[in-house]
Structures are given as C-alpha cells and as structure tokens.
C-alpha cells in the first residue's frame, strides 16, 4: 500500500468540492492539492493524480511532469482535452466519469430543443424591444408532441434524451456506431436506422457522441442538405462534431428551423461571431455538466479510483487502454 498519493484538482469546480472531496478521502494517505487556474497548475509537476475539468493536458503539459504520474481523470465523460496517446506511450491512464452527468446533458439537450422550437429567445428578445409577441411567430412554433427525435449516439446522454423526450410525446430513432442490444432498444424505446436514414426522417436531431476523428463535422453541409426543411439541430456533445458555419448558413436560409448548441468549434465564442446574429439559434457556453449538483455523482467514483491506486488495484473507467505501455 502506498505511503501517501499526491492528487490535484486542476481547473474551476462546483463550490465546496474540495472540502467535499479531501473529506471524502483517507486523510492520512492522501494530500489533496488545489490549482483552480492554469498559472498555478503550470506550477506543478510532480504527483500521482491530477482530476481536471475545464484546463487542457496536451502531449506538451503531459511530459512535463515526472514518472510519478499514474492516473489522469476527467471530471465529466468528455476527454479530448487530454492527448490519451502521449499519456500512454509514458504509462499514465486516463480515465473519465461515465454517466455521471447524463441527467444534467440530456435536461440541456431537451430544454434547448423546447427553447428552439417555441421560439424562446425570439419572444423574448421582441418583448424587451416593446413588441407583444404572442401571434408574431405562432406559425413556426412547434412542440415536442408527435415528432421524430433522433439521437445521434445511443450512450448514457443519449438514452436520458429519448426517455425525456418521449414524455412530451415524441418518438424515437437512433444511430450509433455500435448498434445497443434488442433489450436495451425496447427498455428505452429507441429505433435503430442508419445515420443518412436518420437525418431525413428526424424532425429532431440531436448529437451525443465523443469528439473524434471519425465524428468531425460528422454535420456538415453535405449531411444537412438531406435533412428535412424545417428541422431543429441540437449540440450538447462537443464543438467540431457541427461544422458550425454549415449550420449557420443552413439556419440563415431557412433549411433548418434553428439550433441549440451547447459547444461551438471555437471556445470561448466571440461576441462578433456570425453564430449569435441569428434569434433562431440558441447558444449556451458548454454547460451541458456544469451543475453544481453533478458532485454527487462524480465523486464517488473518483474516490473509489483513488482507493484502487492506494491498493493497487486496476482503475475503472479507463479510455486509453490501447495506448498503455
């Protein structure tokens, strides 16, 4: 059993989380370290763990610290701000959270989809401008009720979707690269078709899968054009996943009804960005897992990593195994 394990928690969390998990973990084993900005986090370079949210370990940061580093987690599902090569070829896992915040995604995901679609930000910005707005757009406000959602990526995010959205009435399709289980499409009432069959039957599309190079601009122009006139694009993955001039040209020209994106290609956005000129696309700052409640999730199953470590023990949850030296 190791003598003592330096962990750091880099980047801006929830208030209370470092108390929450210093409290969480052996005292006498462990010495929990504090770096909420870059600068400080430039400052270190030699512990067991680093847990990062927000802050970047590209192959450059990874080879400053010393051979003492063993596990990296991401606080969140998402981990393309880490280089999982580099950090394999040098024997570091990288690890995430899986699920632990599906439920606060997939609430964005269905509120930017009930926002789009009743107009939201168009009434409110007409009302601020003294115009009563109640029969300016009735004619392009939609509901939920009786249409086809598709959800591109059938993971955790994504099965949250299609149980939210079917309480408001709507039906489901899917794709992913690897087709669910026949249990597990009729436990979440999810239908299987194929990605191009998807875009053209949806009223919906709504996109849950990782950044990857097999998923950039896996929305672009081309893949819009199929898609039926009049549909809502929703975001909540990861900016590049949309390429988001294809996207605004397409909203801009009324092929799509409007968009909610939680991510954007290029963070933090501008406020001259082309993107925010247009009411029919609602944008938040990647907020999807932002919610100060997402702790109760997430540390537990940081904390059972980090008794893994201590004992020994393999880690859970790892997303690089195929690069581990």
């Not at 009563?132 to 757009?137: A, E, G, L």
């Not at 979440?188 to 998807?198: F, I």
Request: proline content about 4%; charged content about 25%; hydrophobic content about 45%.
């Amino acid at each position: 059993m190791m003598n003592k394990i330096d962990i750091v928690l880099a980047g801006p969390y929830p208030e209370g989380t470092f108390i929450r998990l210093k409290n969480a973990l052996d005292k006498e084993n462990i010495n929990l370290i504090e770096a909420k900005t870059q600068e400080t986090f430039d400052a270190i370079n030699d512990v067991d763990v680093i847990i990062l949210r927000v802050l970047k370990m590209p192959k450059s940061v990874i080879e400053r610290f010393s051979p003492r580093l063993k596990l990296i987690m991401r606080w969140g599902a998402g981990f393309d701000s880490v280089d999982i090569e580099a950090a394999g070829n040098r024997s570091i896992s990288v690890a995430n959270t899986p699920g632990a915040n599906a439920y606060a995604v997939s609430e964005l995901a269905v509120l930017l989809m009930l926002a789009v679609g009743r107009k939201l930000i168009c009434h409110d910005r007409s009302i601020r401008q003294g115009i009563w707005s109640k029969n300016t757009f009735l004619n392009q406000s939609v509901t939920l009720n009786n249409k086809i959602v598709g959800i591109v990526g059938g993971g955790n995010i994504g099965r949250q979707v299609a149980q939210k959205v079917q309480v408001f009435g709507a039906k489901v399709l899917y794709y992913d690269a690897f087709r669910l289980k026949p249990e597990m499409e009729q436990r979440y009432n999810m239908r299987y078709v194929d990605k191009d069959e998807l875009l053209k039957t949806a009223d919906i599309v709504s996109l849950h899968v990782p950044l990857l190079d097999s998923t950039r601009h896996m929305l672009d122009a081309k893949h819009i054009a199929i898609m039926k006139d009049g549909a809502i694009v929703i975001n909540a993955a990861r900016g590049g996943i949309v390429d988001d001039d294809a996207l605004l040209t397409a909203v801009d020209s009324g092929k799509l009804a409007g968009a909610g994106i939680d991510c954007v290609e290029h963070e933090p956005l501008s406020k001259d960005d082309p993107l925010l000129n247009n009411p029919n696309i609602i944008i938040t700052p990647h907020i999807g897992g932002g919610v100060s409640d997402i702790a109760d999730n997430i540390i537990p199953m940081l904390v059972e990593n980090m008794k893994n470590l201590a004992n020994g023990k393999a880690f859970n949850y790892v997303v690089n195994k195929q690069f581990l030296k």
